[in-house]
């Protein structure tokens, strides 16, 4: 477990996970590096909701956590900005915004946050969601992609409940119902061929996450791992605009632009260019200009002259 010096970033670490403890239930977490940053806010609404807010740590539950829950619901997660990974059971889900996640409280989970990711976690009763759906557990941990039109009306509900803080408790209770109802397709586990491949895409994501800085990672390999065809793979990456290559690509300029605004300024960029993968500088800077509108050094020099 990573341990950080006693002083502001340590006790802001405590208290990110007192809040969650308090808001959430029994958590546990680990800093991943020394860049942790994190805050968590119940919203005033009909709805029970918090927004929470992390970077570079690992949250999780285990049996040890488990074992000091009072209440036993649902979550459903919302992502609001940045990315996340979040795992339970067999599923991981690779959240983007407006992606949506369902959890269940009473079952191990991870949570990786990587860079600054923000959330909404609306708590739901166990009892509003399981008679009427007899959730599988499978259905947990699996995402509802952003592009979708239950996550569409699903973000639009949560937003009008977080924007009308004056509602009653029975209408809040109606809005709630009914994203569960919207989320009904995917909770009775009835699948679409897009939905077998954004859960491809979604082991695939994790996986080139893991592995980002390996300059050979390619499609076959990628396939290999997640458990599919390079056609299938290709297919589920295509549905959403990319290729594999393009996607890795994009995402090592992205995590290398993630590193700049990070650093004090006095870095060594082909260090971390390497550290994602990009064995030529010189590829790198044309891709980074190609993509930012300007070279690596210039987006630094000016990111620190701005903040």
């Not at 891709?287 to 701005?306: S, V």
């Amino acid at each position: 477990m990573q341990v950080l010096d006693r002083g502001p970033q340590e006790e802001c670490f405590e208290s990110w996970l007192g809040g969650v403890n308090d808001i959430c239930g029994p958590f546990a977490a680990r800093a991943l590096g020394r860049q942790f940053d994190g805050s968590i806010q119940r919203i005033e609404s009909s709805l029970e909701l918090a927004t929470v807010s992390a970077s570079h740590v690992h949250a999780y539950r285990t049996d040890r956590e488990l074992s000091g829950c009072d209440g036993k619901p649902y979550f459903y997660v919302f992502q609001a900005q940045g990315c996340a990974d979040m795992e339970q059971g067999e599923n991981r889900a690779a959240m983007s915004p407006g992606d949506i996640v369902l959890i269940d409280s009473t079952r191990p989970c991870n949570f990786y946050y990587d860079g600054l990711s923000s959330q909404m976690s609306v708590i739901v009763p166990r009892e509003l969601v399981d008679p009427h759906l007899r959730v599988p557990r499978t259905a947990c941990g699996t995402k509802v992609p952003a592009g979708s039109i239950v996550a569409s009306m699903a973000n639009r509900l949560l937003q009008e409940a977080i924007k009308h803080q004056d509602l009653s408790h029975g209408e809040g209770e109606a809005i709630l119902e009914s994203i569960v109802t919207l989320m009904r397709p995917m909770l009775t586990g009835r699948y679409s061929e897009n939905d077998q491949h954004d859960r491809v895409l979604d082991r695939a994501m994790i996986y080139i996450d893991r592995h980002i800085g390996d300059s050979s990672l390619s499609s076959e390999q990628i396939a290999k791992e997640v458990g599919t065809s390079p056609r299938t793979l290709y297919r589920a990456f295509a549905g959403h605009g990319h290729t594999v290559a393009q996607y890795i690509r994009d995402r090592r300029l992205e995590l290398f632009a993630s590193r700049i605004r990070q650093s004090s300024g006095k870095v060594r960029l082909a260090i971390i260019g390497s550290e994602l993968g990009f064995s030529d500088p010189s590829h790198l800077s044309t891709a980074f200009k190609a993509k930012f509108g300007m070279p690596p050094r210039e987006y630094l020099r000016q990111f620190h002259e701005y903040h």
